[in-house]
């Protein structure tokens, strides 16, 4: 079984950073392709970022591109996402989520998620 723990979220002032974490347990992690996932109040889930299994190729949807990273640290079983450049739209509950294929994935399909964190950017 894995399971996604996320961290990070909190409120952050417009053009600010912020860092979210995930921490995820099972000895396979390595070997899971992993995304970040956000919904907003009254919109759908959306995928956000996405990272194949050895961070080798990575995807960011076009509202994020240039503002937020994925990456990963196999060693420590985490996933991140890091986020500049913060707008009060990327208001929302943040999910990490897994899967066992290995490369990118891009769709809603994960097999495991976490529990979310949210995050509140203020004008």
């Known amino acids: 079984q894995v399971q996604l723990v996320e961290s990070g979220g909190g409120l952050v002032q417009a053009g600010g950073p912020l860092r979210l974490p995930c921490a995820v347990s099972g000895r396979t992690f390595s070997s899971y392709a992993t995304g970040w996932f956000r919904q907003a109040p009254g919109k759908e889930r959306e995928l956000v970022a996405a990272i194949s299994w050895s961070g080798g190729s990575t995807y960011q949807s076009d509202s994020v591109k240039g503002r937020f990273a994925i990456s990963r640290d196999n060693a420590k079983n985490t996933v991140y996402l890091q986020m500049n450049s913060l707008r009060p739209e990327d208001t929302a509950v943040y999910y990490c989520?897994?899967?066992?294929?290995?490369?990118?994935?891009?769709?809603?399909?994960?097999?495991?998620w976490g529990q979310g964190t949210q995050v509140t950017v203020s004008s």
């Open positions: 989520a897994a899967d066992q294929r290995r490369t990118v994935v891009r769709g809603m399909s994960y097999d495991y």
